[in-house]
């Protein structure tokens, strides 16, 4: 499942080369031939994320709602969109335009120059402002937002006897952090997963917050998930390799970058967590 660094990235290409747009909206799949049709000749105005869900504003107060869930993603074709993470595709350049849709593709949005393909979303549908907004209040904060409450979140941490490795994935709470960023967050900070949500200070949650919005930050620009300084890297310069990236997420069994513990994992909220019981015991 994409995490919000991802959304966001998905969102800044929408805004970089369809807003402003008439597009041709149309469900090759057919399972959204209907709501294609609502969008069909609109102009996109805006590309909106909100933790994992993002929002499209059409011309005539109408808003798409996409989550991509588990199996969902974009892929993008027209030119200046490549790059633009690991959910998209490299950018046509040679092949006749637009290139032919790739599998069960539920919608696509075709303008003179760039095509969106949409396939496997967990929620696709066409709402109206009142009902965006609605969706949004649903959300937690969302630290690559402006408008984000780090106080709220707070106090819903502090309120639940909830370990804060099950109150970090609500979405409620805190819209965008998905398993790796959980388990990566929590272990830079040194922080036993299972004590309860309502034992964090308000200094510690501080430390959290920060940690994690320069996280996001770095994921938007780079398309990676990197969490891990360089000094605990086996390559100390450069880009880190795949299996440096990270602390402890989908390492278990595997040594831990810093003390050499094995990595441990169980299923908790239907999710793996990973933690180092030696490093993580605050």
Request: glycine residues 10%.
């Amino acid at each position: 499942m994409p995490e919000g660094h991802t959304v966001h990235r998905l969102a800044n290409a929408f805004n970089a080369q369809f807003i402003g747009k008439r597009v041709q909206a149309s469900s090759p799949q057919g399972r959204f031939a209907e709501g294609a049709a609502r969008l069909d000749g609109r102009v996109l105005l805006a590309a909106e994320a909100h933790g994992k869900q993002m929002f499209l504003a059409f011309s005539g107060d109408v808003w798409l709602r996409v989550h991509l869930g588990l199996y969902g993603m974009w892929r993008f074709g027209g030119a200046g969109l490549r790059g633009i993470g690991r959910r998209t595709r490299k950018a046509e350049t040679d092949a006749a335009f637009p290139p032919a849709p790739a599998g069960a593709v539920r919608l696509r949005l075709l303008t003179k120059a760039h095509v969106a393909d949409l396939s496997g979303p967990t929620a696709c549908e066409v709402i109206s402002t009142e009902e965006k907004l609605a969706a949004m209040a649903r959300l937690g904060e969302d630290p690559l937002r402006a408008d984000a409450d780090p106080a709220r979140a707070y106090a819903k941490l502090h309120a639940s006897r909830t370990s804060l490795a099950l109150l970090l994935m609500r979405q409620d709470i805190i819209a965008g952090i998905g398993n790796i960023y959980r388990a990566e967050l929590l272990f830079r900070a040194r922080l036993e997963p299972h004590r309860p949500g309502r034992s964090l200070s308000e200094e510690v949650w501080a430390a959290l917050w920060g940690d994690l919005a320069v996280l996001l930050q770095d994921g938007v620009k780079t398309g990676r998930i990197v969490t891990t300084e360089p000094q605990h890297r086996a390559r100390k310069t450069g880009a880190p390799r795949r299996g440096d990236a990270v602390y402890v997420a989908h390492r278990g069994g595997k040594p831990c970058h810093v003390c050499r513990t094995a990595v441990s994992s169980e299923k908790l909220g239907g999710r793996t967590l990973y933690w180092c019981q030696t490093c993580q015991t605050g």
